[in-house]
C-alpha cells in the first residue's frame, strides 16, 4: 500500500498536490481500519524518502484511527503514536452509536487518551455514520475533557452548523477542516483553514487556483474555479457517484491501480469512466492530458 500512496503522490504534477495527507479517511471503502503504516512509512512520507524510494515531502500526516470498537480505535491511535503521526482523527461509532454529546465526547475522550501526544481531530460526517449530534454542541467546553482536541474535519453541507463552529470558537486555534469539496469556497468565507476530500487526488490543480484567487482576494476568479469544480461533480454524482467511481477516476488520472472496491459495493462501469474522461478533458481541469486508462482494468 504505502508504495502505491508514494507513487501516486509522486506521480501528480506539484500543482495538483496538497502538503499534507490525511491517511484512511472515508474513501477507504471498509469500516475495520487494519494498520497498514508502518514507521517506515511514516518517516517517508513527512521526510522525504523511504531508503531507496524517494517520496514526496509531506509537511504532516494524520492518520484516521475510527473503528466501531472503542478497542481498537484506541490500539490503532497507540499504533500511530508509535509510528511517528503527526495527529489522528475519529470517526463516530456508527454501528451503536451515541446518542447526544456526553455519549460522544467520552467515546472520543478515551481513543485520545490512548495517544495523548498526538493532536487528536473530530471527522463529522452525519450522512455516513447516522450521528446527528450538531458539530456546534460538540465543540462547547469539549477541550475541557479532550487536552489534545485540536480542529474538526466537518464533512456536512449545514454551513449554518459550520458556521458557528468558527463563530464561538474564535479565540481557539482550532483546524476547521472542510470535507464537501463543491462548496469550499463557501466554507473559507466562514473561516475554513483547509480541506480534506476525495476530488483533491484529481482536481488539485483546479482547487490550488480556486485558494490562490481566494488568498489574493479575486472572488470573482474563485467563484468561477469553484462553479467549474461544481460542474464535474454534479455531473458525475448524476452518474452515480461513490468510492468505486472515485478509485476509477484516480485510476484514469494517476494510471496507478487503486485496485477494486470491497463488497458490496461494484466496480465502476466502462460507461462511467468514459463519461468521467471526457468531461475532465472538455473542463480542462487537469494540468496533463494524458489520462492513463490503461491499468482500468486492473481496478
Not at 490543480?205 to 461533480?233: G, P, V, Y
Request: aromatic fraction near 10%; charge should be negative.
Amino acid at each position: 500500500m504505502f508504495s502505491r500512496l508514494c507513487q501516486q503522490l509522486n506521480g501528480l504534477p506539484e500543482e495538483e498536490t496538497s502538503r499534507s495527507c490525511c491517511c484512511d479517511h472515508h474513501t477507504n471503502d471498509g469500516a475495520r481500519r487494519d494498520q497498514l503504516f508502518s514507521h517506515r512509512s511514516v518517516c517517508g512520507l513527512s521526510r522525504g524518502s523511504t531508503g531507496s524510494e524517494e517520496c514526496l515531502w509531506l509537511d504532516q500526516v494524520v492518520i484516521h484511527v475510527g473503528a466501531l470498537s472503542l478497542k481498537e480505535s484506541q490500539e490503532l491511535a497507540q499504533h500511530a503514536a508509535k509510528i511517528g503521526a503527526d495527529g489522528i482523527a475519529v470517526i463516530a461509532p456508527f454501528f451503536l452509536k451515541p446518542w447526544n454529546k456526553d455519549n460522544l465526547v467520552n467515546f472520543l475522550k478515551e481513543v485520545a487518551a490512548a495517544a495523548p501526544a498526538l493532536p487528536f481531530y473530530y471527522y463529522h460526517i452525519p450522512a455516513l455514520t447516522g450521528v446527528k449530534i450538531r458539530a456546534e454542541e460538540l465543540l462547547d467546553g469539549i477541550q475541557d475533557k479532550i487536552p489534545t482536541f485540536q480542529g474538526l474535519k466537518f464533512s456536512d453541507t449545514d454551513l449554518l452548523d459550520f458556521g458557528q463552529c468558527v463563530d464561538q470558537n474564535q479565540q481557539r486555534q482550532f483546524a476547521f477542516l472542510f470535507g464537501v469539496d463543491e462548496q469550499l469556497l463557501s466554507a473559507l468565507v466562514m473561516g475554513a483553514t483547509g480541506a480534506v476530500g476525495s476530488t483533491y487526488n484529481y482536481l488539485g490543480r483546479k482547487t490550488n487556483q480556486m485558494l490562490e484567487a481566494f488568498e489574493r482576494k479575486d472572488f470573482s476568479s474563485a467563484l468561477n474555479h469553484q462553479f467549474c469544480i461544481q460542474r464535474f461533480i454534479n455531473f458525475v454524482v448524476k452518474l452515480g457517484f461513490g468510492v468505486s467511481q472515485t478509485k476509477a477516476i484516480m485510476t484514469l488520472v494517476s494510471g496507478i491501480p487503486m485496485g477494486p472496491p470491497r463488497l458490496p459495493l461494484q466496480k465502476a462501469s466502462r460507461e462511467f469512466t468514459d463519461n468521467a474522461k471526457a468531461k475532465l478533458k472538455s473542463l480542462d481541469v487537469l494540468s496533463f492530458t494524458d489520462l492513463k486508462d490503461g491499468n482500468l482494468e486492473a481496478s
